[in-house]
């Protein structure tokens, strides 16, 4: 039986992003993710699926921080997926999401050089995780060896879980209540997850705001990430 057709996408509202990093600690949780400390960060060497860009924005009498959530874009036209020798990366033509395979990779790193956002991270390390840590593993995630690229995948082990579970209770898939770590703990709601593909879903609606807009638009990469603008007097709906 053919999968039914999805673009998952994500939409940002940096009005109300605080900066409290709440997405980047769940990710770590959900996807396994090691932490490498302070001096091998200093070396570029951080390994965060997402991260928190922070901006300074106005005068020095009426500076304030600005935050910006920065992940996989998930584009349609992934400029890093042509270019792996290894086929490790490719587009899911089913979820309409760039995919990782990590047992194909070879630590070429001509994705993560290639990716013009540069949320492509190469693992330096075996994966260390002290106690208690290492006792809340997901048990749906690997443990990435040493040696080769990771990235967000959109939590896709809850989207095919949440599909599984609607099929075997013989009910329709109800996109909207797959929510990535990221966007389940998110304190502001200012990530929204869903089919973008579904005209009436929030997410779809918020991407055809007037504030929506992708990064690095001029490259035509079509990212499926979409980012609202900061409004003075915007109050979110629905």
């Known amino acids: 039986m053919a999968e039914d057709k999805y673009r998952w996408g994500m939409v940002v509202d940096l009005d109300l992003c605080t900066g409290c990093q709440a997405c980047v600690v769940a990710c770590h949780a959900e996807n396994n993710v090691p932490t490498v400390g302070e001096v091998e960060t200093a070396r570029r060497r951080s390994m965060h699926w997402i991260r928190i860009e922070r901006y300074w924005h106005g005068a020095d009498d009426e500076l ?3 935050f910006m959530p920065l992940l996989c874009q998930h584009c349609q036209n992934a400029p890093c997926e042509p270019v792996c020798p290894m086929y490790a990366t490719y587009h899911d033509p089913n979820n309409q999401l760039n995919i990782q395979v990590y047992n194909r990779c070879a630590g070429i790193r001509y994705c993560g050089v290639n990716c013009p956002y540069k949320v492509r991270h190469f693992n330096w390390f075996d994966p260390y995780f002290p106690e208690p840590l290492n006792e809340q593993l997901n048990p749906d995630v690997t443990v990435r060896r040493r040696g080769i690229m990771e990235k967000c995948m959109f939590c896709i082990q809850r989207i095919r879980r949440a599909r599984d579970e ?11 209540e ?27 609606r918020l991407a055809r705001s007037p504030r929506a807009f992708v990064l690095l638009e001029d490259l035509g990469t079509e990212p499926s990430l979409f980012y609202l603008k900061r409004g003075e007097s915007y109050v979110r709906t629905g």
Do not use: I, M, Y
């Open 64 to 66: 304030r921080a600005e």
């Open 166 to 176: 609607a099929r075997a209770r013989g009910e329709p898939f109800n996109t909207e």
């Open 178 to 204: 797959v929510k990535p770590a990221c966007v389940q703990t998110c304190p502001t709601d200012a990530l929204v997850f869903g089919n973008l593909l579904e005209p009436e879903s929030e997410v779809a």
